[in-house]
């Protein structure tokens, strides 16, 4: 499939330097824009230490769905941030991500759901995103597959989308090693030193390097990196799994980033075909990537209801990836009150790519104690030590 992920043509190191300013844990999109950000910003001295290839875990799989549809202002904002970094990516930092700004469209059952939404959409309006609530006739226009049943409204936001992630980071770290910075694939961190409260060393299996900052960007695995200098990162991983249709003839429609709210399901355009996900309920916690056919059951008696034809449609491939998902499926993003030199941002329970943009601004300002454009004091991983979790994300895919 045109989807799998390259690895990067930046330059990649199989030994780290001995000494160097800053070293990001994570070749993903959110290492990778940190990389970028900070190297734009004139730091100098980065090494990404990544396990595998670059966007190996989950940037590689191709979900891509960008939006700034959330219920809370923080994320509303890192979101909208984010899409208008990815619209002015072809130019900074300079690399076609496959951008498609068709909309995202969450389709309701309840009229619960719809009170829900409809203030959110509020929200969202008086911070510039021009999301609507429709009817359920306006929703199968936009999304010919739906079946009217059982529909209750929806909610359109017409300037979101989807693109490709393995592009993205390809095109942060293409950039950034332009500006010099250095990336450890296939290196995997085993331990770290620190020496009174800060992070001194990291060590690898193909070395160790002496630093001035750590920024764990791990995804999933930030868990085990913030438990090697005793900084608690409650990330679990759960698997989440999605197919691709077989060329579709005649071609399918043009259609928005489509959500059932109910039942998680969505789809949207890939390529010739389309693209199908649900996260499945009864998924335990672990590091499984393997791909189930048997998941498509769960996927095809959900669509039977919502967009009956999806069902019937024949599949051709599938991925599994994870989604670093935090006790209120909101990040984590901050510098350890205990040891100040170590920074993260991970926990992004599905909205990583999405969010990447803003975060690698946001970590940028951080590490050059500067005041980010948000504040994220909310985010931090201490909330849940302290009582001040979010609310639920309730937009949540």
């Known amino acids: 499939m045109s989807f799998s992920s390259r690895p990067s043509t930046a330059p990649a190191f199989r030994t780290l330097p001995p000494v160097a300013d800053v070293v990001i844990v994570g070749g993903g999109v959110m290492g990778a824009s940190i990389a970028f950000h900070l190297a734009e910003a004139g730091v100098r001295d980065i090494v990404v230490v990544e396990c595998g290839e670059l966007a190996c875990g989950s940037s590689g799989k191709p979900i891509g769905g960008i939006r700034a549809h959330f219920s809370d202002p923080l994320n509303i904002e890192l979101g909208n941030r984010s899409l208008r970094a990815y619209r002015d990516f072809p130019q900074r930092p300079g690399a076609d991500i496959r951008l498609d700004t068709v909309g995202y469209l969450f389709v309701l059952t309840s009229e619960r759901q719809a009170v829900e939404f ?14 609507r609530m429709i009817d359920a006739d306006e929703a199968r226009r936009l999304c010919p597959y739906l079946s009217a049943e059982g529909l209750v409204a929806a909610v359109h936001s017409p300037t979101d989308g989807h693109a490709r992630p393995g592009l993205a980071v390809r095109g942060y ?45 791990a995804g999933a695995w930030s868990g085990q990196i913030g438990a090697m200098v005793g900084v608690d990162l409650p990330v679990r991983p759960v698997r989440r799994q ?46 499984d990537t393997t791909w189930t056919p048997g998941w498509l059951d769960l996927f095809r008696d959900v669509v039977r209801h919502r967009a009956p034809a999806l069902a019937e449609m024949p599949l051709a491939d599938g991925w599994a990836g994870l989604y670093e998902v935090t006790p209120d499926h ?16 991970t926990g992004f329970s599905g909205h990583g790519f999405l969010q990447a943009p803003a975060v690698g601004e946001i970590v940028r300002d951080l590490h050059l104690e500067r005041e980010p454009c948000v504040d994220i004091a909310p985010m931090s991983a201490d909330r849940f030590r302290t009582g001040a979790a979010f609310r639920p994300e309730t937009h949540v895919v």
């Open 118 to 131: 409809a203030e959110s959409v509020r929200l969202q309006n008086s911070m510039g995103v021009p999301s």
């Open 242 to 287: 999605l197919a691709f249709t077989e060329r579709l003839s005649p071609a399918a429609p043009r259609i928005p980033f489509t959500i059932d709210f109910t039942s998680s399901a969505y789809f949207h355009n890939s390529d010739d075909g389309l693209l199908f996900g649900l996260a499945d309920p009864r998924q335990a916690d672990g590091f």
């Open 173 to 217: 770290a293409d950039a950034a090693a332009l500006a010099g910075v250095r990336f450890a694939t296939h290196t995997r961190v085993t331990g770290m030193d620190t020496t009174g409260d800060r992070v001194s060393a990291v060590h690898t299996d193909r070395g160790s390097v002496t630093c001035s900052t750590v920024i764990c960007a």
């Open 330 to 345: 909101n990040a984590l993003i901050g510098r350890s009150g205990d040891l100040p030199n170590f920074l993260y941002a």
